[in-house]
């Protein structure tokens, strides 16, 4: 199949391509504004779900993103954490987590991110996770590559758990037991771990060969719909996260290289596709 074959019969592509880059680049350069100005910061702990902050950087810089990308594609749908979902009957629809890691941000760690996905037509198509403080800006097109600023990526050639790391994720949106077995597993079978905090970075990193792979036990679209095509595109497999109500609900997910993903899977067991 030619590459033409495999992309949508869809104007503007390659001009939201462009746009996805360029805005992510400018939210994280603002996003950084606020970070260098922290203490100042206002944050609140959201609803019920122990751990899960937020303030006044967050929401000003998703309404930016979405004011920037609605002046050049009004017609798209939308999907952000802080304002919710509109136009979801639009054949482009922008996922987007304006900052990724609020509580590394907020207490002052490096490790956060923005991060902007776009599903055409249901499928993952165009990512962009934007880290401002390491200057690095992960991106992918369907059928293009994957890239780290200029330079390709491709997942880790690890064979085994037992020679790379892991990244993995968990939040109090669901319970320890979906958690705590998958990493004895992890111990066990000589792999080790890494939580920093942002999972749509550490998703970005297993594209980018840093890590093996990575599990979380629920997560959501805005930290992942960017990663799954950064992961898809570096050659690596990802589990069917968007089935069911996974746009909106979240679910499960893990992405890793091919080879190593039948091994990290079988460790989390039935619940990942349940
Ligand atoms: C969270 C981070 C965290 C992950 C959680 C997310 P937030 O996003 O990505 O690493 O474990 O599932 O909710 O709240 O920092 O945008
Ligand atoms: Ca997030
Ligand atoms: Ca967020």
């Given amino acids: 199949m030619t590459q033409a074959e495999t992309l949508p019969r869809l104007d503007h592509l390659a001009a939201r391509y462009a746009l996805v880059r ?13 970070y260098q100005q922290r203490e100042q910061l206002h944050v609140e702990h959201k609803g019920a779900v122990p751990q899960d902050v937020v303030s006044i950087a967050d929401r000003e810089l998703e309404v930016f993103i979405k004011a920037r990308l609605a002046e050049q594609f009004p ?25 990724d890691g609020t ?12 991060s902007i996905g776009l599903l055409v037509d249901g499928q993952p198509w165009l990512g962009a996770v934007a880290d401002a403080n390491h200057n690095e800006l992960f991106h992918a097109c ?8 200029d330079t390709p ?7 085994d758990i037992r020679y790379g790391v892991t990244g993995v994720g968990t939040s109090h949106r669901r319970g320890k037991e979906h958690f705590i077995p998958f990493l004895t597993g992890l111990l066990e079978g000589g792999g080790m771990f890494i939580r920093n905090g942002s999972g749509a970075l550490m998703i970005a990193y297993v594209a980018a060969g840093r890590l093996v792979g990575y599990y979380e036990t ?4 805005w930290d992942c719909a960017a990663g799954l095509v ?22 499960p997910l ?10 990290l899977a079988e460790l989390i067991g039935p619940s990942l596709e349940a």
């Fill in 22 to 34: 360029q805005v992510a680049m400018e939210a994280a350069r603002r996003g950084m504004t606020y």
């Fill in 75 to 99: 017609e798209d749908g939308f999907v952000g954490e802080e304002g919710g979902a509109a136009g979801l009957q639009a054949r482009c629809v922008w996922v987007v987590d304006p900052i």
């Fill in 103 to 114: 509580s590394c941000f907020v207490n002052g760690l490096h490790t956060w991110c923005v």
């Fill in 142 to 149: 369907r059928g293009l590559g994957a890239y780290v600023n």
């Fill in 153 to 159: 990526i491709r997942v880790s050639p690890a064979a």
């Fill in 218 to 221: 629920h997560i959501n679209s």
């Fill in 230 to 251: 950064l992961v898809s595109e570096a050659g690596g497999r990802c589990s069917d996260f968007l089935r069911g109500d996974g746009l909106l609900g979240g679910n």
């Fill in 254 to 263: 893990l992405v890793a290289s091919a080879q190593v993903y039948p091994q």
